[in-house]
Every structure is written in C-alpha cells, then in structure tokens.
C-alpha cells in the first residue's frame, strides 16, 4: 500500500495554506488500516484484521471493487474511495435484502473567512463528484456528516454563524433533493435547521429525502456536548423528535447525532422502534475522542442486533478570532482535527476498515438486512434484555425522593479497634 505525500493542506484564516503541519495522517498513512498492511508480512495483516475487524458469516468482510469511471471520479477530486460487502446467511423462507449503503466526510472548501454564501457553495460543489460516485455506483441510502453545509463554528460562541441555519426544505435540501431524484437515492442530510413556526428556533437536524426526493421527515440531535470546546448549546437545543425510525424503500433507518452516540439508551431507543441501520452523523476531534470512536458505534450495533453507519469531517478548521472554553487551555483559533475515519459496524461485530484520517471520502457497504434478525435469534439480547428491571429503576431515578440502592458493609461504619 502507498505510503501518502501529505497532501493534506490547513485553510489559514488568511487563506494561505500551511503545507502538512499536521496532516492528520498517521506517520504518512491515511488510517491505522493502511499502516498496518504496509508494515506487516501479508500473512500477520490477515491475522490482525481478522481480530480487529472481526468476521462475518466466517470470513473477512469482503471488498468490493467499483466500476472504472466512478474509481476515476476519486482520483480525480482525491477523495478516498472503499467498498465492501457484509453478507447474511441464506435462509429458507426470506430472500436476501441487500442494500447498498454510502457515507460521505469531507473537509470545508473555503477558509472560515470566506463570504457564508461561498462558503456552502464552495461545500456543494465539492460535494457534487462524491454523491455523484456513490449515485452512479447504485448507492441507495447516502447518509453526509453532521453540520455539512458549514465549517464547525460551534467552537466560537459566536452568532454570526447561525446565518449557516436553514429551514427543512431550505437550499441544501432542495440541492440534494435533485440527486436523490436522480439516483433514486434515500439522502440524510444534517444541518443547522431555523424552525420558522416556532420562533425560528434553531436545532442540530437530519433530513430525510426519500429517493422520489420527497421529505420523509427530520430528526433533531437528542444530547448536546458540553465537552471541552464542542460549545453547541450556545446555538441549539436538545432535539424534540424522540427516536424515530424512519420506513424507506431500502430499509428502516435512524441517526443518532453525534454525541448521542456516548449514550446507550439513545442507541437503545432506535433499536426498540426497529431501526436496521443507525447512522451516526458526527464531528469529533482526535484529542477528545478517538480511542472511543471506534468501540462505541461497534458495541451499539452489536447490542441492537443493527448496522451502523459512523462518519466523521475531515481536517482542521481555523477560524478568525481565537476563543477559550474553560477549560483552562490558552486561546486557540481551531477544534483540533477532525479525523474522517468513518465506518460501518455490523450486528454480528464485524465492521470495515476506515476511511481516511486526513482525506475526503465515499464509503459504500452492502449489507443484507437479514443478518439484523439472525443476530436477535443467535445472541437473543431484546430477550434477555430484562427491559421492566430497568424502566422500574429509571422510574424511580427520575423522581426527587430517590435513593441509590446501595448496600453498606456494616463493618464500615464500626471503629477500627473491634476489627482483628
Ligand atoms: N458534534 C458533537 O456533538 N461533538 C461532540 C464531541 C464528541 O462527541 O466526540
């Protein structure tokens, strides 16, 4: 495997580019994948995938090679592009539902500085060559990152970047809704959404476009970070939506936003209303979160018997005036680096390498949905689940007058003397 140049390049808030400060790679290598096959004897890789990626159906998730013009389209706008397949076993009285499922990180394409109408224009357009790869390679649901349309501002506190906000069927819908059309693709575009009708509020959304291009409905983030400089609840509030699944063509599908992907319950929730595919919109830096990302969507698909699809932006944005977060650090103009990574999980533990750290990227999986309920008559956790335990505690949690159930050693609390 190649060993990369360091292409990368960081957008200065005066536009000027420093050359591979911090690419964001792994000493010259796009992911820990990729350092990995380069360093080791093929035989040792094949073994060390095996106990990092896990096997489904018994064997490595297999790769799938895609058509000459759509390989082209990544290099020629040097994006990442892999591909693979997640089987299921046959079964004796349902068909294979097989989807085919795309992911999309990218970096911003203007500095932060850059007029706000070029800036999303600068986005779409860069955009345009990826969803067209994942349209022409028969994706049908393509899931973008979170925020998409705008660099990560949450980090500044500063107002100025709610103009980024836009109602459900505002610009970036109505650019996607194109693509879906035309590709009778399932689209889940997160954006800072304005909810006119309610005082323009401003909450963290994913729309859903169905694959006629039609809204099939939105989702709002349920749990806001307050997390080192991930300052969001300066800008939005707590979703409104509860867990929906929502029922498309291909498959019933859920996002989780982001930082809801630290808690099980919400992972839970979409799992309860049926979701066969979770995907996890996010932006996250590599300081705060990496060692969790890849173990977090990983358990949620195991523990709900459902694919995951997790993507993360790309590169470091800087923008114009530095700002703290009390956390004690000194002033700074950046979040640190986003660091692409994204992947899909599978129900039986089994998931793909990654995308990029440092590089724009498609990622296209198929996955037979049947393995969801394969995995629930193998593992039998919705059975085991014990679920009136846990609603009876949560019950009395939530209420003012109640206690931990601790049990206290009695000896504890005896003086040390009576002891021998
Ligand atoms: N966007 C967002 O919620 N980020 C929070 C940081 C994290 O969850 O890793």
């Not at 959304?205 to 809204?215: E, K, L």
């Amino acid at each position: 495997m190649e060993r990369r140049e360091g292409e990368e390049t960081v957008v200065a808030e005066n536009g000027s580019t420093q050359e591979n400060p911090k690419d964001g790679s792994i000493c010259g290598f796009d992911s820990l994948h990729r350092l990995l096959q380069a360093s080791l004897s093929p035989q040792l890789f094949q073994e060390v995938s095996r106990m990092l990626l896990g096997l489904n159906c018994g064997k490595e998730v297999e790769p799938i090679t895609l058509q000459r013009p759509i390989k082209a389209l990544s290099s020629k706008h040097n994006f990442d592009l892999q591909a693979f397949s997640f089987s299921a076993d046959r079964e004796s009285l349902r068909g294979p539902r097989i989807v085919r499922v795309g992911l999309i990180q990218n970096s911003v394409a203007l500095p932060t500085t850059a007029p706000f109408l070029n800036q999303r224009e600068g986005i779409f357009q860069k955009l345009i060559p990826m969803i067209d790869a994942a349209g022409s390679s028969g994706v049908n649901i393509l899931c973008l990152q979170e925020a998409w349309t705008m660099p990560f501002a949450f980090c500044t506190r500063e107002k100025k970047w709610c103009e980024f906000a836009e109602q459900i069927d505002g610009e970036s819908t109505s650019f996607l809704q194109q693509f879906a059309q035309k590709y009778n693709m399932v689209i889940i575009s997160p954006i800072l959404e304005r909810d006119l009708n309610h005082g323009e509020t401003l909450w963290n959304t994913a729309v859903i476009i169905g694959n006629h291009g039609n809204i099939i409905g939105k989702h709002r983030k349920n749990h806001i970070p307050r997390v080192g400089d991930f300052n969001e609840s300066t800008y939005y509030m707590e979703g409104n939506t509860s867990h929906p699944v929502f029922e498309t063509a291909y498959g019933k599908i859920a996002v989780n936003i982001c930082y809801g992907r630290h808690h099980p319950l919400n992972w839970l929730a979409f799992g309860l209303n049926g979701a066969e595919i979770v995907f996890n919109p996010s932006a996250t830096v590599g300081e705060l979160s990496e060692p969790m990302w890849p173990i977090e969507a990983r358990n949620a698909a195991i523990a709900n018997s459902y694919f995951v699809g997790s993507i993360n932006r790309v590169g470091t944005e800087v923008f114009p005036h530095p700002f703290t977060s009390g956390d004690g650090k000194p002033q700074h103009s950046n979040f640190g680096h986003f660091y692409g990574s994204s992947h899909f999980s599978a129900p039986d533990a089994s998931c793909t390498p990654s995308l990029s750290r440092c590089k724009d990227g498609l990622l296209i999986s198929d996955m037979d949905l049947n393995l969801c309920r394969q995995l629930k008559d193998k593992w039998g956790f919705r059975m085991t689940a014990r679920y009136e335990v846990y609603s009876d505690l949560l019950a009395r949690y939530m209420k003012q007058d109640f206690e931990p159930q601790v049990i206290s050693d009695p000896l504890l609390h005896k003086s040390a003397q009576v002891l021998p």
